[in-house]
């Protein structure tokens, strides 16, 4: 048995009104022992950054999930080192991009938050806001979102110091599902102080999706996240990364 | 919800974000009349307007503070979320005290945050709007100086509001950063409009996310050729 994975991400109602795309972008991997998913939130000011969170996540997703060395046994500094450079290839494809494109690196600005696990654990992996959680029976291990003094300002892949701000999570084994989601599904997906995982929200979703196959699960996730009564909560994209574990 | 949606899923809103509003009002003798009679009917359309708007009347945190009697800023009430604010109904008296005022203000946002920052609540840069029909009549220049040092330092975003004729736009100016250019003079008595666009402002700034550069509506409704 591998991991079951489902992503969707759901154009915001203010992009709607704003005639923006969706700037949300998520990517996903099963690997031999577990597997690899990201997601990426362009940012709102950045003329590209949809397609900048599109690049990155689907880049940073096959470079990991084409490692060897199960994550879980790399020690702390090298799962940084190689997750690090996974990024620093998405960014400088991103880099070249512009440059082909006359365009500046920062228009294609986004937030990474991604999951690397293997079959006893792994890492999560964190620039910016949006929040990933790893969900074990003893509690759930959260990345929490980075945001400067204010909730509307943060860090980007393409910041000059995206290294400082790179911040990576060990997750222990045993864990039952991995969540990644932007800033726009905060607010429904996780509880008030986004701490857990909101159980009303996400216990009937898994329910759902373990009985699913991929692409109906995707279809319902999807519909999920574009029901109107989001709209009460946020004007954003709105994007969930769900990985449930196989049973043990 | 669509039909293929997953059933039974509860969506409700657990943000916990905040865009704090500060507004010194002059209220001094020279608004009576017409004047205070637009500023309080502007200040009810703000009030409906935040509270007609899910998002905003969760988010969105004022305070009041006005300018007249003998040289006094007073607090209105007290910090209240949108949904909870009640325009009050001002009367027009007294002098502008408007150093006073600022200065009591700079400091309340000071304390709002503090209070964020204890609860763990997020929030967006506060806002501080100044409008005045006159002259300073305390000693404003040290609370002016305060002021543009805290919008420097990205503390508070100012919007400075003429009233009248426009012959305060200088010293109002000496309360912003951008000077003179960050001062907006109030075409006739066009407090509605001033309002509405405030509260329409409002709303995209308490729903922005982390990286947008958030798009301003135009002031053209209410507000004349930059003095």
């Given at each position: 048995m591998?991991?079951?994975?489902?992503?969707?991400?759901?154009?915001?109602?203010?992009?709607?009104?704003?005639?923006l795309?969706?700037?949300?972008?998520?990517?996903?991997?099963r690997?031999?022992s577990?597997?690899v998913?990201?997601?990426?939130?362009?940012?709102?000011?950045?003329?590209y950054?949809?397609?900048g969170a599109?690049?990155?996540?689907?880049?940073?997703v096959?470079?990991?999930?084409?490692?060897?060395t199960?994550?879980?046994?790399?020690?702390?500094?090298?799962?940084?080192?190689?997750?690090?450079?996974?990024?620093?290839?998405?960014?400088?494809?991103?880099?070249?991009?512009?440059?082909?494109e006359?365009?500046?690196?920062k228009?294609?600005?986004?937030?990474?938050?991604?999951?690397?696990m293997?079959?006893?654990?792994?890492?999560?992996?964190h620039?910016?806001?949006?929040?990933?959680?790893?969900?074990l029976?003893?509690?759930?291990?959260?990345s929490?979102?980075?945001?400067?003094?204010y909730?509307?300002e943060?860090?980007?892949?393409?910041?000059?110091?995206?290294?400082?701000h790179?911040?990576?999570?060990?997750?222990?084994s045993?864990?039952?599902?991995?969540?990644?989601m932007s800033?726009?599904?905060m607010g429904f997906?996780?509880?008030?102080?986004?701490?857990?995982?909101?159980?009303p929200?996400?216990?009937?979703?898994?329910r759902?999706?373990?009985s699913?196959?991929e692409t109906?699960?995707?279809?319902?996730?999807?519909?999920?996240?574009?029901?109107?009564?989001?709209?009460?909560?946020?004007?954003?994209?709105k994007?969930?990364?769900?990985?449930?574990?196989?049973?043990? | 919800?669509?039909d293929?949606?997953?059933?039974?899923v509860?969506?409700?809103?657990?943000?916990?974000?905040?865009?704090?509003?500060?507004?010194?009002?002059?209220?001094?003798?020279?608004?009576?009349?017409?004047?205070?009679?637009?500023?309080?009917?502007?200040?009810?359309?703000l009030?409906?307007?935040?509270?007609?708007d899910?998002i905003?009347?969760?988010r969105?945190r004022?305070?009041?503070?006005t300018?007249?009697?003998?040289?006094e800023a007073?607090?209105?009430?007290?910090?209240?979320?949108a949904?909870d604010?009640?325009?009050?109904?001002?009367?027009?008296?007294g002098?502008?005290?408007?150093?006073?005022?600022?200065?009591?203000?700079?400091a309340?946002?000071?304390?709002?945050?503090?209070?964020?920052?204890?609860?763990?609540?997020?929030?967006?840069?506060?806002?501080?709007f100044?409008?005045?029909d006159?002259?300073?009549?305390d000693?404003?220049?040290?609370?002016?100086?305060?002021?543009?040092?805290?919008?420097?330092?990205?503390k508070?975003?100012?919007?400075?509001?003429?009233?009248?004729?426009?012959?305060?736009?200088?010293?109002l100016?000496?309360?912003s950063?951008?000077?003179?250019?960050g001062?907006?003079?109030?075409?006739?008595?066009?407090?509605?409009?001033?309002?509405?666009?405030l509260s329409t402002?409002?709303?995209?700034?308490?729903?922005s996310q982390?990286?947008?550069?958030?798009?301003?509506?135009p002031?053209?409704?209410?507000?004349?050729?930059?003095v």
């Amino acid at each position: 048995m591998s991991w079951q994975l489902f992503g969707a991400s759901a154009i915001g109602a203010s992009h709607i009104a704003g005639d923006l795309p969706c700037q949300d972008a998520h990517a996903y991997r099963r690997t031999e022992s577990g597997f690899v998913g990201v997601v990426c939130d362009g940012a709102g000011s950045a003329a590209y950054s949809d397609i900048g969170a599109r690049l990155v996540c689907a880049q940073v997703v096959d470079v990991l999930a084409d490692a060897i060395t199960p994550p879980e046994t790399l020690t702390a500094e090298v799962a940084r080192d190689r997750v690090a450079w996974a990024l620093a290839g998405a960014r400088n494809r991103l880099a070249r991009r512009a440059v082909a494109e006359s365009h500046a690196l920062k228009d294609y600005a986004c937030t990474v938050v991604g999951a690397w696990m293997g079959a006893h654990g792994g890492w999560l992996f964190h620039i910016g806001d949006g929040l990933g959680v790893a969900r074990l029976a003893s509690g759930d291990t959260v990345s929490a979102p980075e945001n400067g003094e204010y909730a509307n300002e943060t860090f980007f892949l393409t910041g000059r110091d995206w290294t400082t701000h790179l911040r990576m999570t060990p997750v222990e084994s045993g864990c039952e599902s991995v969540l990644l989601m932007s800033d726009g599904a905060m607010g429904f997906v996780m509880d008030k102080g986004g701490r857990q995982v909101y159980a009303p929200f996400f216990d009937p979703v898994a329910r759902f999706l373990r009985s699913s196959d991929e692409t109906p699960g995707n279809e319902a996730l999807q519909a999920t996240l574009a029901d109107a009564r989001t709209h009460g909560i946020t004007g954003d994209d709105k994007t969930l990364l769900i990985a449930l574990a196989p049973p043990a | 919800m669509s039909d293929n949606a997953i059933p039974d899923v509860a969506l409700v809103d657990n943000t916990e974000q905040r865009t704090p509003l500060v507004l010194v009002l002059d209220r001094s003798g020279s608004m009576g009349g017409a004047p205070i009679e637009q500023l309080n009917e502007g200040l009810q359309l703000l009030e409906q307007e935040l509270k007609n708007d899910v998002i905003a009347a969760k988010r969105v945190r004022i305070l009041i503070v006005t300018l007249g009697d003998f040289d006094e800023a007073t607090i209105v009430g007290d910090w209240c979320d949108a949904m909870d604010f009640t325009a009050p109904t001002l009367e027009a008296n007294g002098t502008t005290p408007t150093g006073q005022g600022v200065e009591i203000a700079l400091a309340e946002i000071e304390d709002e945050k503090a209070r964020y920052k204890e609860s763990g609540i997020a929030y967006t840069r506060p806002w501080l709007f100044v409008m005045s029909d006159g002259l300073p009549t305390d000693a404003w220049e040290q609370s002016a100086a305060e002021c543009c040092q805290a919008e420097t330092d990205q503390k508070v975003a100012v919007f400075p509001i003429a009233v009248g004729n426009g012959s305060n736009a200088e010293t109002l100016g000496a309360f912003s950063s951008r000077g003179v250019a960050g001062v907006k003079q109030l075409a006739g008595l066009h407090f509605k409009e001033l309002f509405l666009w405030l509260s329409t402002s409002l709303q995209t700034v308490s729903q922005s996310q982390a990286g947008d550069r958030v798009q301003l509506p135009p002031t053209d409704s209410w507000s004349s050729v930059q003095v």
